[in-house]
């Protein structure tokens, strides 16, 4: 095992594994009290070609937030704020715009170890220390987007004792990082670098980076820099220096009165060739007013508000190109565990609970006065 994990080596059968389990469980969409702890749940089988998962740290992410609330709804159009929000329907829930089947165990951002195996799998995989790539495919057709699911959405995630999942989303990860700093990679990482890849980042890019201080944002500063781009961060000026750490060339306020001025007086010009986007809300204007001729708009989140004020001048006039990221194509996660086995990247994490205080947890990750993100530990240490 590596340094950084809790794990003893030695495995158990699948004999000697307990037949229940603690785990979270969302009951039904709305506010957090529809997260029920329980010390009685059915631990889950590994069917033909899965690995049964002894969950050490899982990660929190809005899409969690999000799909317990109900945001994904077409009916709401404020921000994210974890209570649920007014036009919240239960038809359309989860992130792509289909019914969540309840009770669900939530938790995408998986560190654990492989306790047991099913039938067709590696076995090499047994014992492992492992990420979870939270992309459910069809493996028959893995780039057809309108097949994929998300753990924790679409199936049980990882606010468990133990989560199952399709071998060839499971990554073997050797680092001497934490459970904990290990469980913060996966959803926020992974959108950063899918983002960078749609918006085709390289050295000669200036990026502009909303709500920087977050889990994607401090990925996408990271991620941005190991490309060779300058980088622009927008932040809570109280989270200033810890982004600026991170690697960000110049630290904004997150909502500047005058972007473009305060480009000007930062970076030395008022425009920049890419804007990554999880914000939305009232300063979306702006930032595609400040992209260059040609330039980019990558979206990923909409957490101030989905719905902005669009003119459409701003856009055909000035040959910009907009992306929306969601779903990468297979390979992604695969890179991202390379980064992070090489040291390219370092993980951001603000602050661990124990699992049954997952609750907590999620308000504080709301309250957004941390940087990077926020983890659930299944164990001690």
Known sequence: MSAGSTFSPSIAGPSELPGAMRAVVLTAHGGLDHLSFREDWPRPFPGIGQVLIQVAACGLNNTDVNTRTGWYSAGVS?????????GAGDADAAWGGKPVALPRIQGADVCGQVVSLGRGCDVSLLGK??????????????LDREKCGYFGSECDGGFADYTIADARNVHAVDSDLSDAELATFATSYLTAEYMLNRAEVGSSDCV??????GGVGSALVQLARRRGAETVALCGEDKAAT????????????????????LKEVAGTEEVTVAADVVGGPIWPQLIAALARGGRYVCAGAIAGPVVRFD?????LRDLVFAGATVPPPGVFTDLVG????????PVLAATYPLQELAAAQQAFIAKRHVGNIAVMMTEG
């Open 339 to 346: 980064y992070i086995e090489r040291g390219e990247i370092k």
């Open 78 to 86: 404020g921000g994210t704020t974890g209570d649920a929000p007014q």
């Open 243 to 262: 982004v600026k750490a991170l690697g960000a060339d110049h630290v904004l306020p997150r909502g500047p009165e005058d972007l473009k001025a305060a």
């Open 312 to 316: 459409l001048r701003a856009f055909y």
């Open 129 to 142: 220390r492992v990420l979870v790539d939270p992309w459910l495919r069809d493996w028959s057709d893995p």
């Open 208 to 213: 502009l980076i909303s709500g920087a201080s």
